[in-house]
């Protein structure tokens, strides 16, 4: 809402208070001032003149050159409009003047157009920020002084103070509104409109009867007053600048005065004109579905029962509180008027205009409820002004319906106010007077307030409410800071604790973090545990961002892109998010060993879609760092592996049943395997999938080259995803074994390196195995240092060499002892196809 | 009977030939070992006369104490040469930049979130989590926001295409948490929610369909609304300076009665005036929203409003980001550029 300073000033005086002053004491106590604007701020030495005489440029078409006066001294200038002829008054910028510019105010100097000297420039409202209107100059009221600084007469530079109106106070898209908010919290009375009264004379019948239903009222109260020999014009400068300062376009009179008094009342008005109108008599009524009307707009609306309408003998004329019909809307040559103001169900209208996509100046207001007493005041005084400017005479009024009931009152009770704003010397009595700053009646009985809120106070029903109230009018600045007695024990959870290790074990490793957003077109790349599964988005922001992301891994291949794009050596970078899949998606099978931190419902228990946490890592090119980068050393898929696994030994459960070995050994059930896997867009050989617990829960792999190509990568570049759900949700709840200390083995420990061989198809994780069980007991580490291919090996076979670490807790080992466990891993290697490399 | 006295000084002579310790040992073996002219003559000693095993065992320990005296002098010389080599030729340029990966970084409104959660875990608070993809019920409904409410349509919501009981909409504010705790948690309840919420902004400068939010909630019983400026006075000291204010300014959110926008005092110009890029001049700066919790709202939630009372608020990460860090244009925080990631 723009609230000129002066129109303000006439509700209520501030006249002693800075603007500033102003300003602070509005935002401080519930008007959010979101600008001042200054319209033409930067005017100075505009005059008013009469135009003398006018002829063409000798030298161009399109320009006129114009004898102005000021009563006493003419001036020549040249000037491009053509809306104005001799004896028009016009606003004469003269040499020396200045007028607004876009950043600084513009100086006006004497300057020759081909030929003509023109001394200064007549000025369009647009030029003098008065308004849009840019067709042409400014043509003054006939009776407008001349040779008067323009500054005395329009409102020129005035402060324009725009209030965000916050969504429950509907009264405050008003002057009036305003006004009386900047009362209460100043602590002063409210000048209010005093307007005639109606005449006695009865106008158009008008029936409201059909519009109870049920418990909605959608017409309580519909006053139109009937005003004759009204001559439709131009409005005058003061009116049109009133429209222009709050941002309504003025059409004519007639509009503009059920304009200004909207704006002035909060009240929407409607003028028909009378001889229009089929008549007598109006009728509001519910719509019929499929009923149509053309709004002013020129917009054929289709209408549903739902719709209230005002209908006169043959037809709708008006979508009720949204917009007026266009074949009964006032013309040039209308001469009788209807005003209409009328009270209407809040909720129908928003419904209406919501469904329509239609937002009116009415519908805006209507929908945050209008004050119930304030129709009939609307209209006489739009009446009066259709008299006084448009030279009316009133001769009918048709009041129907009746008021609305004023808000209940609410008993408040004062002492828990005061508690429960921490306010505890505010009494009861000063609350009462704070609250009756805002028109509010109270009666004190103790500690105990009755209060009935006035007619336009719809949201006052309840003790917080008035609470609110009074803590505002205070001061929020008088409310003391105190820290609140609850005895509390908070903390981080054992999850939450856990995914911040995660992510610094990630950051250990090179990756930085990025946070995306998590939307996705129609190809983007599998991740985690495949499906075609996709949440679906009903109004999305763009084509490409159709859906939720199934996978974090198009969204960081991207990020990739991004960087390969700046020409980056080399990118890693991880996110930690979550993913999102319909509800029974595949991705649940994995999820369901694992707790169910992850599904969430409605409150009625109907799934939700699934969305768990994920881990996701991209890095392509060369490792680099700050100043270097290692030529022919890439990201390789190994890199992910390790990052993986220390995650799942961050948070895994240590193996607590393991009682000799010093070493932290995870519990060997929480082992991320890898499983040979193939997936589109991914290197046949290089991809694997994750599997812990039996279940699938994520995969790692390197892109395919043709996929790295096709979005134009430099290769290779390797992904990897993650649920990390099941490594968190086994933290919960449960009391978590901790780790027991062991003794630490003091004999001598001995160390034996093992090779063995075997077809390529045999893994390392077989290999290995064989060698733990050959080792048994005795073997208190194991570590992979080779793998090596080459003719004396044969086609197809490779050895791989381990360097096993023995040790005893009672003796010293000896030389048959490290026999003994060569051999028994020759015996443990036969069982899978592999043998002790000679 | 062997010449001793040439062979030491051969031998003293080989010692002081050899160039490195082999040298220095094939010496010692020649010299001093099984098969030399010392052993030789150690043997013969007992053909000798008791005079002339005497006079020999003197020479021959003669030499072996010259002998051990110029190896061990020479042994120690080339032992430190070769050391000395070895070192110099091990020499390393250490301003040379170390090859290893450093650690990454984590994400700006990573750091601020846990920044800001850190402060409320200190205050005694846990921090609750909730689903991104939410029902309109606890976004909306739970939260005082009926279906018609004007402030459902001014959050621009975006809507998952599911079916079921009730809309679902990528959640418009972490708000919905608060009923998802309140609905299964009894007072006193003291909890922060950071998270990623969504609105149907198209991206520019200054909006983002995607941004991050920290709730707060604090309900028991006596809650007042000076518990709230007090917490979040102590909230905004520990994030922006001990010396920051607080200033409440009356607002409006459906689910808190009273509402207040919450500015905090400017330390980036210490109220240098118009200048000043981030509070223009004005000496407050707009950071958090907050309020009592609505009654409706904790009836709503299966909590008795006039048993309990409390307090809400809820803080812009990026806000904070971009205050704090200068952080003019949002969809840094999106783009993933490794320049803006590393920088923080």
Known sequence: MKVPLSWLQRFVDVADLSLDELVDAMSLHGLEVEEVHLPGRGTSGVRTKRVVAWGPHPDADKLRVVQVTDGTTETELVCGAANFDVGDVVAHAEVGATIPGRDEPLRLEARELRGVVSNGMLCSARELQLGEDHDGIIVLDEDTPLGADLAELLPVGEPVIEVAVLADRGDHHSILGIAREVAAILDREVRGLSVEEPPTAGGVPVDLSGTVRGDVVGCSRFVAWTVEDVTVGPSPWWLRQRLAQCG??????????????????????????????????????????????????????????????????????????????????????????????????????????????????ASLRFERRVDPAMAPVAVARAAELLVELAGGRIVAATDAGEQAAPPPAVTLDAAWVARFLGLTDLDAGTQASLLRREACEVAVDGT????????????????????????????????????????????????????????????????????????????????????????????PL??????????????????????????RPGTAVFELARIFRPAGDAVEAS??????????????????????????????????????????????????????????????PADASNARSAARLLDPTWKLERHATERDGFHPGRTAALVLRGVEVGVVGQLHPAEAERRDLVEPVVVAELLVEPLLEHLVGEDLVPVQAVDLVRHPA?????????????????????????????????????EYRGEQLGEGQRSIAMRLRLQSPDRQLTDDDAEGVIAAVGREAEVIGARLRA | ???????????????????????????????????????????????????????????????????????????????????????????????????????GRPHLLTQVLDEIVDVFVGLGYRVAEGPEVESATYNFDLMNIPPDHPARQEMDTIYADVEGPSDVVLRTHTSPVQARVMTTTAPPIAVVVPGRVFRADAVDAT??????????????????????????????????????????????????????EVDVSCGFCSGQGEACRVCSGTGWIEILGSGMVDPAVLSACGIDPDRYSGFAFGVGAERVAMLRHGVTDIREFFEGDVRFLARF
Do not use: C
């Not at chain 1, 709708?316 to 001469?335: P, Q």
């Not at chain 1, 763009?542 to 700046?566: F, I, S, Y």
């Not at chain 2, 040439?6 to 310790?21: I, N, P």
């Open chain 1, 542 to 567: 763009a084509k490409d961002a159709a859906a939720m992301a199934p996978t974090l891994v198009e969204g960081l291949l991207q990020v990739v892109r991004r960087n390969v794009g700046q020409g």
């Open chain 2, 1 to 103: 009977m062997a010449d001793l006295a040439a062979v030491q000084e051969a031998a003293l002579a080989a010692l002081r030939e050899a160039s490195t310790v082999g040298e220095l040992d094939e010496a010692r073996v020649r010299f001093t070992g099984k098969r030399s002219e010392l052993v030789a003559a150690q043997g013969e000693m007992r053909d000798l006369s008791p005079d002339e095993r005497k006079a020999q065992g003197q020479a021959i320990n003669a030499f072996k104490r010259a002998f051990e005296e110029a190896y061990e002098t020479r042994r120690d010389a080339l032992a430190a040469a070769e050391l000395e080599d070895r070192l110099r030729g091990e020499r390393l340029d250490l301003s040379l930049p170390p090859r290893r990966v450093p650690p």
């Open chain 1, 750 to 786: 001995m160390t034996v390196d093992v090779a063995l061989v075997a077809d390529e198809s045999v893994s390392y994780a077989a290999l290995e195995g064989a060698a733990r069980a050959g080792a048994g007991d005795l073997l208190d580490e194991l570590w992979f240092f080779d």
């Open chain 1, 448 to 539: 105990t307030l009755t209060v009935s809120p006035p007619s336009w106070r719809g949201d006052l029903g309840r003790p917080a409410d008035l609470a609110e109230e009074i803590a505002r009018l205070y001061g929020y600045e008088r409310i003391p800071a105190t820290m609140p007695a609850v005895p509390l024990q908070g903390g981080l959870s054992r999850p939450q604790r856990a995914e911040r290790r995660l992510r610094e074990t990630v950051l250990a490793a090179g990756f930085h973090e990025v946070r995306g957003r998590p939307f996705v077109g129609d190809d983007a790349l599998e991740g985690v545990t495949p499906s075609d599964g996709r949440v679906q988005l009903t109004n």
């Open chain 2, 207 to 260: 909006h983002s369909p995607v941004f991050h939010q920290v709730e707060g909630l604090l309900v028991d019983e006596g809650v007042t609304m000076a518990d709230l400026r007090g917490t979040l006075l102590t909230f905004a000291r520990a994030m922006f300076g001990p010396e920051r204010q607080i200033r409440l300014r009356p607002s409006m959110f459906p689910f808190t009665e009273p509402s207040a």
């Open chain 1, 248 to 361: 309504v376009r003025a059409i004519n009179n007639v509009v503009d005065i059920t304009n200004f008094v909207m704006l002035e009342t909060g009240q929407p008005l409607h003028a028909f004109d009378v001889d229009r109108l089929h008549g007598p008599e109006l009728t509001v009524r519910w719509a019929d579905a499929g009923e149509t009307l053309v709004t002013l707009d020129d917009q054929e609306r289709e209408l549903l029962d739902t719709d209230l309408v005002i209908a006169d003998a043959d037809r709708i004329v008006s979508l009720a509180g949204v917009m007026g019909g266009a074949d009964s809307e006032v013309s040039a040559t209308t001469t009788r008027v209807l005003l209409e103001g009328a009270t209407w169900d809040p909720l129908t209208i928003r419904r209406t205009s919501r469904r329509l996509n239609l937002v009116s100046e």
């Open chain 1, 591 to 652: 999820l369901k060993g694992f707790g169910d931190g992850w599904r969430w419902t409605d409150p009625d228990g109907t799934p939700l879609p699934t969305q768990p946490r994920v881990l996701a890592l991209a890095a392509q090119g060369l490792r680099t760092g700050p100043g270097w980068l290692a030529e022919g050393e890439t990201w390789d898929v190994y890199d992910l592996l390790a990052v993986l696994d220390a995650v799942v030994a961050g948070v895994a």
